[in-house]
């Protein structure tokens, strides 16, 4: 029954991001979700929510795509497993391997398979220093962040994460990890900047911090093309290619994060193609499977792959790898998801409904007295909730507005993010979105803060 279930759950799991104490004790909420179909969920309650969020912003396809369930049980029946190392494969890897890499930079040289986002950002991180100690300089070793930026939550990736709350009581981050600022427009310290002062202050942030840690210790900058769990933040205009200049000059390597906006999600294959960065390494999951499967994707830039060649030339086999790497189910879904992308245009149509979603958005509550900006790029959108508009007076964290007007969405069908950090409202929504059903989210998202934040005419 449900109240069975309900009950195992609180006594036998502990869930990820969870307050453990409020859940065992059954005062936090609790939902067991059984099936999806399109841009829909259901569940064990009788509830049919629209899915704002795509899972964690990855069920890109939409859910109860009958072909990639069907790739799956095919592979599972043929070969649910073998291993990849020591050169050995599946045709499902090898075929994923191709088309990840028709799809990459025309610079990316290779691919590896892992299972979630945190650990193909490990892996990249250990190929940068790899990289670094086979061009014989060691000391060449720190990470550079940004606060807000997210990258995963092991103990590397949680240290490259700049949220707070990752950190706490984690003894992180671990000492090879500096954070410079976010590219956080809306945040920006002094209201008078324009974007372009802004982002010539972002450069003279990292310049300085380069500077006091010394280049020759530096040997890599993360970033997500878009903010995404820091508050869904697209950079301000000129920012990518100003960073990119600084870390070339500096000889420090890039690694895009693109577990977020890989596979279609900017309206564009890949946000490193959107901003034109070239990254040295790019880091991909959650689209690359439409999460039907976990499979990661660390993609290496043709300059290292000549070096990390060169590594094993001189010291033999690379000392990296998991059992799960290029798991052939994980495959088998990679495949069948990234045709469905192709045949069902959904790149364009991240790229079209999400400027619909977007406009849609900015003309029901942009001019709402409690709302400081909204702002997006392809299937991502945020509206940022203040408490003084013309001031940019934030709410107090006690007062939780971004959470309570999440939950008056939720009363009325439709599943948006808290984010974790201020009170933004965040959008996600999968791919296939259709123009009602970004109208339908617009709506929803416009009643909860008329509910929770009064009318607020401007
Ligand atoms: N990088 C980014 C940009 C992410 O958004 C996430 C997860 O949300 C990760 C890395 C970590 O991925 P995973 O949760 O699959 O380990």
Known sequence: TNDELAKW???????????????????????????????????????????????????????????????????????????????????????????????????????????????????????????????????????ISRWRGYHGSGLMTGSLTGLELFHKKFDLPLAQVIHTDAPYYYHRPDLAMSEADFVAHCVARLEDLIATEGADTIAAFIGEPVLGTGGIVPPPEGYWPAIQKVLDRHEILLIADEVVTGFGRLGSMFGSDHYGMKPDLITSAKGLTSAYAPLSASIVGQRMWDVLMQGTDEYGVLGHGWTYSAHPIGAAAGIANLKLIDDLGLVQNAAEVGAHLLAGMREAVGGHAHVGEVRGEGMLCAVELVADRDRRRFFEASETMGAKVVAAMLKRGVIARAMPQGDIIGLAPPLCLSREEADQIVTVTRDAIVEVLGPGSA
């Open 9 to 143: 759950d609180r006594e036998s799991f502990f869930h990820p991001s969870t307050h453990l104490g409020q859940f065992a004790r059954g005062e936090a909420a609790q939902r067991i979700v059984t099936g999806g179909e399109g841009v829909f969920i259901t569940d064990r309650d009788g509830n049919r929510l629209l899915d704002g969020f795509a899972g964690l912003y990855c069920v890109n396809v939409g859910y109860g795509r009958p072909e990639i369930a069907q790739a799956i049980a095919d592979q599972a029946k043929e070969l649910a497993y073998y291993h990849a190392y020591a050169g050995h494969g599946s045709e499902a890897n090898i075929t994923l391997a191709k088309m990840v890499m028709d799809r990459a930079p025309d610079h990316m040289a290779r691919v590896y398979f892992g299972l979630g986002g945190s650990d193909a950002n490990e892996t990249n991180i250990k190929l940068v220093w790899y990289y670094n100690n086979i061009l014989g300089r060691p000391e060449k070793k720190k990470i």
